[in-house]
Each structure stands twice: as C-alpha cells, then as structure tokens.
C-alpha cells in the first residue's frame, strides 16, 4: 500500500498570503489528523477530519481551517499568514475503526517558510 | 488534561549498546494508547512501537521494547543493539481510547539520539 502523501512538500509565502496544503491517506483510511510541529511548540494538534467533517479540533485561530473530500483527501487551510506559521505540517490518517488499529501513519510534511 | 513528559531532551549511544528512553504521561484514564514514533532527518514520522493500557505485557517489535508501568505512568523505550540508522527524534505520545471525538494525540517534547560509531 501506498503512504500518506503530502503536497506540496515546501513552501515559501510572504505575510498576509494564504496557503493550502493536500493530504492524500493510504487506501482504506477514512480519518485524516493534522499536526503542526515548531521547535518552540513541539507538535501541536491541528483538527482532525471523518466523513467529511470535522471530528475535532486543536486549539488554533480561526486562520486554520480544513475539509476533507468524499475520498478521504484532505486539505489544509492558512489565511493571513504570520511569521509564527512557519512550520512542518504533518498529515496523519488511520482506520477509524477502533482499537490499536487506530494507530495514526504519517506522511513526509510540508515545510512551509512564511517571510 | 492528559501530558507527556519526556525528560532527556538529547542522548547518545554507541553502536551496539543499548539504550533506554524516559517518557512519562498523566492521565486519570484507566485505558488509553502509548506510542512511540521516531523522526530520522528527513522528518518522516515512523512509528515505533505501541502499546494497550490494557495489556499487562509489554511491546515488543525487533530491537525496540516498552517498559510499561501503569501504576508510575512510565513508559520507556529500550534499543538494543543500536545502529546507526536508529540516531533520530523519539516522541512519545498518547492517546484515550474513548471513542468519540477526542482522539487526537498528545506528544511529548521529544529525546534527539545520537549513536556514535
């Protein structure tokens, strides 16, 4: 089976542009989970998305947002962007099944640089 | 509120030996996921290890073994035989079973291994 894939992998925005990020899961997976991780925060839970809608959400502004498609793809929005949002964006999805097998698969990131 | 706590924040090792990481959580959950994952350089999350609240018995895949203890919230990670593709970022990370809606994990603030030829 193929991984989770990211898209793009980097990224360069100036203040105040709008950024979007593609999370492809592995095949079958039906949750995608995005984390942000900075070295003054560490990781940080962005939202998670089920059946297109969003199952929960971490403690980010109104600037972050997401959706996920009936294909289980999702994407990741930024707008107004800051200095402070640049990051690895990591995508994670699993099963949504229950038990162990909810353990989450992570793909590569995208590094975002915002100037 | 669940945390993790992870109190070496860099270790190293010589190739060959072993080594053990330190993670302890809070939690007042009876039941609940443990995970660690590993971030090599090329910053792909790798999954270690997990483990089942649970389960008495503790984890084990290949060279890498959990030492679960409920009763202290400690869950340690021990590398035998230590190569040196192992030198990365270990995160620990939990996670409730409850289904629902709060299935998110919480991570630790990482241990970066070196492991020395």
């Known amino acids: 089976k193929a991984g989770v894939t990211q898209t793009p992998r980097y990224l360069i925005k100036t203040r105040g542009q709008q950024v979007t990020l593609s999370c492809s899961p592995i095949s079958g997976h039906r949750s995608v989970s995005w984390y942000q991780q900075t070295p003054g925060q560490g990781l940080q839970f962005l939202f998670e998305?089920?059946?297109?809608?969003?199952?929960n959400k971490g403690n980010f502004p109104g600037r972050f947002s997401g959706r996920q498609f009936s294909n289980s793809r999702s994407e990741m929005n930024v707008s107004t962007l800051e200095l402070g949002d640049s990051a690895l964006y990591l995508c994670?999805?699993?099963?949504?099944?229950?038990?162990?097998?909810?353990?989450?698969?992570f793909g590569p990131g995208t590094r975002l640089l915002v100037l | 509120a669940q945390t993790v706590t992870q109190s070496q924040p860099e270790m190293s090792v010589q190739e060959a030996e072993t080594v053990t990481l330190s993670c302890t959580y809070d939690t007042s959950e009876s039941d609940y996921y443990l995970f660690w994952y590993k971030q090599p350089p090329s910053r792909q999350m790798i999954l270690v290890i997990r483990?089942?609240?649970?389960k008495q018995q503790n984890a084990t895949e290949n060279r890498f073994s959990v030492n679960f203890q409920k009763a202290a919230k400690s869950f340690s990670l021990k590398i035998s035989d230590s190569q040196l593709g192992d030198a990365a970022m270990y995160f620990c990370?939990?996670?409730?079973?409850?289904?629902?809606?709060?299935?998110?994990?919480?991570w630790g603030l990482g241990t970066s291994l070196a492991v020395n030829p």
């Open positions: 990370a939990y996670r409730t079973s409850y289904a629902g809606n709060n299935r998110k994990l919480i």
């Open positions: 483990q089942e609240a649970y």
């Open positions: 998305y089920f059946s297109e809608t969003q199952r």
């Open positions: 994670a999805s699993s099963p949504w099944s229950g038990g162990i097998q909810e353990t989450q698969y």
